[in-house]
């Protein structure tokens, strides 16, 4: 398998670094303190792609505590909140977009 | 039901101890995620967006009411009190947590529950009929043949590491409800002209990214010859399947690019000279396993008790009974197939206060027996037509009497991209607004067999490409679209649904599949025409120009 690391890591936007919690699969982030958060508004912010590689080198360097750790875009608000730069973001950083109870018309 | 003996039960044992280990080493690091992935993926165990997804077998889809309870019990106390029966009779569980799973399992095999080769490159859960045993006109119980397979692959090293995932489905009836055309390998018992039981055995179907209609290798097998010609078969597979390309290691592919008559010469060949491996099923063998499934004692009951002709006077009963009760071998009982469609619920899930309640209403009217379907709906296969309308009030009171068995609510899904980190779409919410659209049942009835199948990605879980109508989610910049297929079946005729054309946004998938449905209503030659039947004789095209000509 190719890690993570070896496969060319190019940005276009505002990005941080997330992956599942090892011992329970919490949706967690990389903060600029090395360490994770769950919160999505802890997480750091990269801009280049130097940064990018960088920050999930640390991140993938950690395989106690987290796993399967990639990149992904956050869209950054005018006063600085972290939102989610994607449908598939939005869903870990704010849980199921579904009813799980049923819910007629 | 099937009794495990001490073997499997200490094997089941041994397993959990194992994975404990496992689990302990990489939480403190002595096993890296990748030394682990392969152990956790051979105990049913992903990783999915939110947590890690715990996948446990129900094979042939079988279950005593005692392992209802512990899957409600490791609902509950592991998970987030629900899961999600599967389109191959396995239930998953989506919130679990690694340093618990060891304690979920050793709860799980306390009955008799694993969940060995529910994912990796292995056999899978070989899976049947759910009315196996008690459906009229049956040849005989193909969950027979299911266990002796599943004991000859379990853990077996040669098949521990095939290129691909292997499946396996078997019916014993004319009407197939396990899906085997769409499985690698598919097989039909019947008996011969001569009066012997014996397989058609078909191979290479497949549903994901490249799908196939399975093709028959050999038009019969006789019964004692059936493990070793899969193992020819497997062994044929595991010689010149690729390894190199995870998109061509299905079977499915190899047969399609040697043809099928160089591969059953292939297979033939192999089977020569396996020879004599010890493989051949005397009569001896396969009645040890027949005897380890038990059957009810079934009562002489009238065929139309008292009970039934008062309750027929109810509407509401009437209807559901007509469209949830079906025929049983046996006079004065009944299969009942609980729906787990609920308008505008997610399909397939169970809480752990229904299958507690399940398994109860099993014990009190159908022997303590629960089974469960492909469809993603469970099934009561033993009941006194005498007791339906007792049955019938206890199932609406927990919301399993929705009356839209292969109506079309009664809709298959994938998890989607709510839960899986393979899907590119959602799947749920798309089925829950459907099943509002169509929540009038009058609607739905007039409508009739509708088989609506929806995946969130190419990989087919919700197996689209044989729904009536197939809907597949993918990504175009960032969105969620839709393409939409018409025309597909799972059962005896299987073959794959016709794209319509361009994929449609997510918001707007719901209006066509009114808009499908409305042409077809206009166009069916009778009432008793299927839609499926009706784009059959009609093609694709009036319904394509129905949703496109003003889109």
């Known amino acids: 398998m190719t890690s993570p690391l070896q496969q060319k890591i190019k940005i276009t936007g505002p990005s941080m670094v997330t992956a599942n919690r090892t011992w329970d699969g919490v949706v967690i982030y990389r903060t600029a303190q090395q360490g994770w958060s769950a919160n999505l508004s802890d997480a750091a912010i990269v801009r280049t792609s130097d940064e990018a590689r960088t920050l999930l080198g640390e991140a993938t360097a950690d395989d106690v505590g987290a796993i399967g750790a990639y990149i992904a875009p956050v869209e950054l608000e005018d006063g600085g909140a972290i939102k989610p730069g994607n449908l598939r973001e939005h869903i870990r950083s704010e849980g199921l977009t579904i009813d799980l109870l049923p819910v007629p018309a | 039901m099937y009794a495990y003996d001490e073997l499997d039960r200490t094997l089941i044992n041994e397993r959990v101890s194992e994975f404990r280990d496992q689990v302990k080493r990489r939480l403190s690091g002595e096993l890296t995620e990748d030394e682990f992935k392969m152990l956790r993926l051979q105990n049913g165990v992903y990783l999915q967006l939110h947590a890690y997804m715990f996948r446990v077998a129900i094979p042939y889809g079988t279950l005593s009411s005692k392992q209802m309870r512990a899957l409600a019990r490791v609902a509950r106390r592991y998970d987030r009190g629900y899961g999600h029966f599967t389109t191959r009779q396995n239930i998953q569980f989506n919130w679990i947590k690694l340093a618990e799973l060891p304690d979920a399992l050793a709860d799980l095999a306390e009955v008799g529950i694993h969940a060995m080769q529910t994912s990796g490159n292995n056999m899978r859960n070989v899976t049947s009929d759910q009315w196996a045993g008690v459906a009229p006109g049956e040849v005989e119980d193909p969950r027979i043949w299911s266990e002796i397979l599943r004991q000859h692959t379990t853990l077996h090293p040669e098949f521990s590491f095939l290129p691909r995932k292997f499946k396996i489905a078997i019916t014993a009836s004319e009407h197939d409800r396990a899906a085997i055309k769409v499985h690698d390998i598919g097989l039909r ?11 058609e055995v078909l191979v290479g179907g497949g549903l994901g990214r490249t799908p196939f209609i399975g093709k028959t290798i ?11 010609y899969v193992e020819a078969i497997l062994r044929v597979y595991n010689q010149y399947g690729r390894r190199d390309n995870i998109y061509k290691a299905r079977i499915k592919i190899l047969v399609h690019e040697l043809g099928i008559e160089k591969f059953a010469r292939e297979v033939e060949e192999e089977w020569k000279l396996m020879g004599d491996v010890g493989l051949t099923l005397d009569h001896s063998i396969i009645e040890e396993v027949r005897s380890r499934f038990s059957y009810p004692a079934y009562d002489k009951l009238p065929h139309m008790p008292d009970e039934l002709k008062q309750a027929a006077h109810d509407p509401l009963f009437e209807r559901w009974r007509r469209n949830s009760v079906f025929p049983h071998k046996v006079q004065g009982y009944s299969i009942v197939t609980l729906s787990l469609k609920p308008v505008g619920g997610p399909p397939g899930d169970a809480t752990a206060d229904q299958m507690d309640a399940v398994a109860d209403l099993a014990d009190k009217y159908s022997f303590g027996e629960i089974r469960v379907g492909h469809e993603q709906n469970l099934c009561l296969p033993h009941v006194a037509k005498r007791d339906l309308p007792q049955l019938w009030k206890a199932l609406d009171r927990l919301g399993l009497a929705t009356p839209n068995v292969n109506l079309v609510t009664d809709i298959i899904a994938c998890p989607g991209l709510d839960y899986c980190s393979l899907a590119n779409a959602r799947s749920i919410p798309i089925a829950q607004e459907l099943t509002r659209r169509f929540a009038n049942h009058d609607t739905a009835e007039l409508i009739g067999r509708l088989h609506i199948n929806i995946s969130g990605c190419i990989n087919a879980c919700g197996h689209h490409h044989v729904g009536h109508i197939g809907i597949l ?25 016709t794209l319509i054309g361009p994929a449609i946004p997510y918001a707007e998938v719901a209006d066509v599949i009114e808009d499908i449905v409305e042409a077809y209503l206009a166009l069916r030659d009778r009432p008793e025409e299927l839609f499926v039947d009706a784009v059959k004789r009609l093609g694709v095209e009036p319904f394509k120009e129905r949703v496109y000509a003003t889109r």
Do not use: C, W
């Open chain 2, 218 to 228: 050999k038009p019969f097998v006789h019964g004692r010859d059936i493990l070793s």
């Open chain 2, 473 to 497: 989610g993918v990504e175009k910049n960032g969105e969620e679209f839709y393409q939409i297929t018409i025309g597909g079946r799972a059962d005896e005729g299987a073959q794959m649904g």
């Open chain 2, 189 to 199: 018992l019947y008996k011969s002209a001569e009066g012997e039981t014996g397989f």
